[in-house]
């Protein structure tokens, strides 16, 4: 069970020492002895875990969705620093339905982000190390009756390396917070991240149930959360200190060979991953594309061929109303508002309305908001959204945090929601019964039988194509939906492209289900 730590120490606020508390060093070298790590350079542990979705709940007011990881390992070398996590993972899978085996895998090089070194000094051992290798303070603090020496210090040389991580995109270091009770023992970790949404992501990792081995503390228990939920959680059954193997556990295993075909070539290198340009900077986002679909009405896409998202721009007589607005990452967000803004110069965007709560289609709302443009989302999203783009955004001051308003989310009761002037009529249907998320929205324009949906199904590369086996759920809620709402939609647009990217109907999306 995950104890409530009472008000969060602000990230923005530094900690003074407290008279009343020991000398920081004197707190780190006695925690140091008792956790007996002083001569500990490198550590192996090994038990069962499980993962959990940042962002992709089923409901925007439940936790992350979990998945085990079963024979989970995790070897840490302090000294370069490097890390690498390893597991077996049993999951649904979104295509089958059915439970598929797979292999959970975690490399963290000494000069990764931050956002993957964390994962090494949030652990109890590598907290004390970080700390006496960088200028701490402390204070005492009583949580739950408790007393707690309080250890924090801003992160301005990575963990104890000179292979420094970088400071944050705003410029400022990251920063370290933790707990050690009176025995000497690490029971909590504080740390931030940046993220596009969530803004300064508190990252929260609780260390419990300590066990002993030849000396060596280690917590039986792990839970880390982020943005409230756990985000993993960890039941450790041992541990190894100094491993002599540790290079081999921190090395991995090389890709297979890629399988020749008899009268063909080797295979096209891998593309680059996502981000990648030439000298390590990312490339700039794609240029965006705009589709006449109808008057007033366009598809606003980018690289649709590539299965990027796309938004639909919806002019009325004095305004404009966008259907996914905020896909991906605020510089989506700032591109998609921009060609909106091309395509009808003389009217400002008023609503932006987001198709269902899930990360990838929210990553961009920073921009939204920063635009003045109200979110409109149902009901059991609208906590959930303010409370995300209302946090400090200090690691990475987006255009959030530089324009200085505040987030206006509109949440509407009901399955309907219309927006009609005397020129234009959208309607805006929850979709019922669907696995994936609560509150997920289609747009429809009853005018122009158009109609705008999100995360239900992707058809197969053509629409005559072999009907699925077993059917995809998304699919038949889809279908069951415009025919329990009546609607005569003629043209049906999918945020994410379909392959080959095209618009679809409710006939072809019946016929992958073998319905007429």
Same mark, same amino acid.
């Given at each position: ?5 009472? +008000? ?12 009343? +508390? ?184 609780e260390y419990t149930n300590y066990r002993d081995y030849n000396g060596l503390k280690y917590p039986a228990n792990v839970v880390q959360t982020r943005a409230g939920w756990p985000t993993f959680e960890a039941q450790i059954l041992g541990v190894y200190g100094n491993p002599s193997n540790i290079q081999q556990l921190l090395t991995a295993p090389p890709p ?49 061929? +590539? ?30 508002? +921009? ?168 006939a072809d999306i019946k016929a992958s289900l073998g319905r007429k």
């Open positions: 069970m995950i104890r409530t730590w009472g +008000a969060a120490i602000a990230l923005v606020g530094l900690l003074a020492s407290s008279a009343a +508390a020991q000398d920081a060093k004197t707190i780190i070298s006695n925690a140091s002895k008792a956790m007996g790590i002083e001569a500990l350079n490198s550590i192996h542990y090994y038990g069962t875990a499980a993962n959990g979705n940042l962002g992709q709940n089923n409901n925007a007011n439940q936790p992350w969705p979990m998945t085990p990881l079963n024979d989970y390992s995790r070897a840490i070398d302090f000294t370069q620093p490097a890390s690498r996590a390893t597991g077996l993972t049993l999951a649904v899978s979104v295509v089958t339905s059915r439970l598929e085996p797979g292999v959970f895998n975690q490399n963290i090089t000494p000069n990764a982000a931050w956002a993957q070194q964390l994962e090494i000094w949030v652990t109890p051992w590598g907290f004390l190390k970080s700390a006496a290798a960088n200028a701490a303070t402390v204070r005492a603090q009583t949580v739950d009756g408790k007393r707690y020496q309080v250890v924090s210090f801003d992160v301005k040389n990575g963990g104890t390396s000179s292979q420094a991580v970088a400071a944050s995109p705003g410029g400022r270091p990251y920063r370290l917070v933790g707990y050690i009770n009176g025995q000497g023992l690490v029971e909590r970790v504080q740390t931030w991240v940046e993220n596009p949404f969530f803004g300064d992501l508190q990252v929260d990792s297979p060979a890629p399988v020749l075909v008899a009268g063909r070539g080797a295979p096209p290198p891998a593309p680059p991953p996502p981000g990648a340009g030439r000298g390590g900077t990312p490339p700039p986002p794609p240029t965006p594309t705009s589709e006449k679909l109808a008057e007033g009405v366009y598809r606003i896409s980018q690289n649709p061929s +590539a299965g990027a998202y796309s938004a639909l721009a919806v002019e009325f007589a004095d305004h404009v109303l966008l259907f996914e607005p905020g896909p991906q990452s605020e510089a989506r967000g700032l591109a998609i508002i +921009a060609e909106t803004k091309r395509v009808f110069p003389k009217k400002p965007i008023r609503y932006g309305v987001i198709s269902h709560h899930h990360l990838d289609h929210t990553s961009g709302l920073a921009a939204v908001a920063a635009e003045g443009i109200t979110i409109v989302t149902p009901q059991v999203n609208k906590a959930y959204i303010e409370r995300a783009l209302s946090a400090p955004r200090t690691l990475a001051p987006d255009s959030l945090a530089k324009s200085g308003k505040k987030p206006v989310v509109e949440g509407f009761t009901g399955d309907k929601r219309v927006f009609q002037d005397a020129t234009r009529t959208v309607e805006l249907h929850v979709i019922r019964g669907l696995p994936h998320a609560d509150g997920n929205v289609v747009a429809y324009l009853p005018k122009e039988k158009i109609l705008a949906y999100a995360d239900m199904f992707n058809l197969p590369n053509e629409a005559s194509g072999p009907v699925p086996d077993p059917p995809v759920r998304g699919t038949i809620v889809f279908a069951d939906n415009i025919d329990r709402l009546k609607l005569d939609v003629e043209r049906v647009m999918s945020v994410h492209s379909l392959v080959p990217d095209r618009l679809t109907s409710v």
